[in-house]
């Protein structure tokens, strides 16, 4: 009887024990997935500098992962800044296919000389950021409201707690989108002072033509994850100078290419149907009536005359629907403007300085 008897006190205790362990497990998960948090991480640094940007290349003094709500890792650089005390951060956003070491080269460099510290995050989907699909050749996205809660998490994680004020967003295209986004959800109580967009993606060539093929092509994920028409994975040969769509620079034209040889993890090649799905549902939202209406911060667009991605058309309407925004034009630029020729680079920095003169005063 002895024996049974502690048998049943034993067996009691143990399942109270696990009782008691499932409930921290619990408390565990659930408060991981309600809280993004950020650390510094193995891995977070590009695996090697490719020759051709060594000597203009400037590492960020810190790299990390932020870990989504969802469990997904981001990645993050942090770059200090150089003067005392600092005039305020770059909230650095980049378009979509491009990653955060591509910016280091060219024009990290120029933000810290002018007394920022940057911060920039590579979107989900690129970068060494967590890809979507198996295939990380596949450009590819669920929402861009997914992006959204993604920049929302940095600036809490990241930003927000440490960042020399004022916070000053510097985009390209599809980071343009998302920051808009951002700026009008969020209104006046925006942590963003003011916002610069390089090509903002606001419209797409083409964008008709678009919108009625992915209108045929139903939304479940055996379409949504395969590459848009046109579309595939990246490819060194045969890339040419020559016809590209996106600077006069061939150097810089060659940033993206030497990068991907140096640390393949960051390659990556077109969208995919899904992308481009819910490319067009972002861009009809943030066009909706009242939204850049509620934008509350000032903003400077810069739109390039010869842009053959994004529809510079749209860049004039949204802003004049966004209280105090400035549009510049550049006629002679392609799409990615900060990565033009360097007169054109020269002319964008000049328009640009007075902006940041006003929104973050030398001090």
Same mark, same amino acid.
């Given at each position: 009887?002895?024996?049974?008897?502690?048998?049943?006190?034993? #067996?009691?205790?143990?399942?109270?024990?696990?009782?008691?362990?499932?409930?921290?497990?619990?408390?565990?998960?659930?408060?991981?997935?309600?809280?993004?948090?950020?650390?510094?991480?193995?891995?977070?640094?590009?695996?090697?500098?490719?020759?051709?940007?060594?000597?203009?290349?400037?590492?960020?003094?810190?790299? +990390?992962?932020?870990?989504?709500?969802?469990?997904?890792?981001?990645?993050?650089?942090?770059?200090?800044?150089?003067?005392?005390? #600092?005039?305020?951060?770059?909230?650095?956003?980049?378009?979509?296919?491009?990653?955060?070491?591509?910016?280091?080269?060219?024009?990290?460099?120029?933000?810290?000389?002018?007394?920022?510290?940057?911060?920039?995050?590579?979107?989900?989907?690129?970068?060494?950021?967590?890809?979507?699909?198996?295939?990380?050749?596949?450009?590819?996205?669920?929402?861009?409201?997914?992006?959204?809660?993604?920049?929302?998490?940095?600036?809490?994680?990241?930003?927000?707690?440490?960042?020399?004020?004022?916070?000053? +967003?510097?985009? !390209?295209?599809?980071?343009?989108?998302?920051?808009?986004?951002?700026?009008?959800?969020? +209104?006046?109580?925006?942590?963003?002072?003011?916002?610069?967009?390089?090509?903002?993606?606001?419209?797409?060539?083409?964008?008709?033509?678009?919108?009625?093929?992915?209108?045929?092509?139903?939304?479940?994920?055996?379409?949504?994850?395969?590459?848009?028409? +046109?579309?595939?994975?990246?490819?060194?040969?045969?890339?040419?100078?020559?016809?590209?769509?996106?600077? !006069?620079?061939?150097?810089?034209?060659?940033?993206?290419?030497?990068?991907?040889?140096?640390?393949?993890?960051?390659?990556?090649?077109?969208?995919?149907?899904?992308?481009?799905?819910?490319?067009?549902?972002?861009?009809?939202?943030?066009?909706?009536?009242?939204?850049?209406?509620?934008?509350?911060?000032?903003?400077?667009?810069?739109?390039?005359?010869?842009?053959?991605?994004?529809?510079?058309?749209? !860049?004039?309407?949204?802003?004049?629907?966004?209280?105090?925004? #400035?549009?510049?034009?550049?006629?002679?630029?392609?799409?990615?403007?900060?990565?033009?020729?360097?007169?054109?680079?020269?002319?964008?920095?000049?328009?640009?300085?007075?902006?940041?003169?006003?929104?973050?005063?030398?001090?």
């Amino acid at each position: 009887m002895g024996w049974r008897r502690i048998a049943r006190v034993a #067996a009691r205790i143990a399942i109270s024990l696990v009782a008691v362990l499932a409930a921290v497990l619990m408390a565990t998960l659930i408060e991981f997935e309600g809280t993004p948090v950020a650390s510094t991480a193995e891995g977070a640094a590009p695996a090697a500098v490719p020759a051709v940007v060594r000597d203009t290349y400037v590492a960020a003094d810190r790299y +990390g992962f932020l870990t989504a709500a969802d469990g997904a890792k981001l990645r993050f650089g942090v770059w200090t800044a150089k003067a005392t005390p #600092a005039r305020g951060s770059i909230l650095l956003l980049t378009g979509r296919g491009e990653f955060i070491d591509k910016y280091a080269v060219d024009i990290v460099p120029t933000l810290l000389a002018r007394g920022f510290a940057v911060y920039a995050m590579d979107w989900r989907g690129q970068g060494l950021s967590a890809r979507l699909v198996e295939d990380r050749q596949k450009g590819h996205i669920d929402s861009f409201d997914t992006y959204l809660s993604d920049l929302k998490a940095f600036i809490a994680t990241v930003v927000e707690p440490e960042a020399p004020r004022p916070v000053v +967003g510097l985009t !390209h295209s599809m980071g343009g989108n998302v920051l808009l986004r951002y700026l009008a959800e969020t +209104g006046p109580e925006s942590k963003v002072a003011a916002a610069v967009f390089g090509a903002p993606m606001t419209g797409l060539r083409r964008e008709a033509i678009i919108s009625t093929m992915l209108m045929l092509l139903p939304s479940v994920p055996q379409v949504d994850e395969r590459f848009f028409y +046109g579309s595939a994975p990246f490819q060194l040969i045969g890339r040419e100078f020559i016809g590209n769509k996106v600077t !006069h620079d061939e150097r810089r034209f060659r940033f993206t290419e030497a990068w991907f040889a140096a640390d393949p993890r960051l390659s990556l090649g077109g969208p995919t149907v899904g992308w481009l799905r819910q490319a067009t549902r972002s861009i009809r939202a943030l066009d909706a009536p009242g939204v850049p209406e509620r934008i509350a911060v000032p903003t400077l667009v810069f739109s390039a005359g010869q842009d053959l991605l994004v529809d510079s058309k749209t !860049h004039a309407a949204i802003c004049e629907r966004i209280p105090g925004c #400035a549009l510049i034009p550049y006629p002679d630029a392609r799409h990615e403007i900060m990565m033009e020729t360097d007169a054109i680079r020269a002319r964008l920095f000049r328009d640009l300085d007075p902006f940041l003169d006003r929104v973050a005063p030398k001090r």
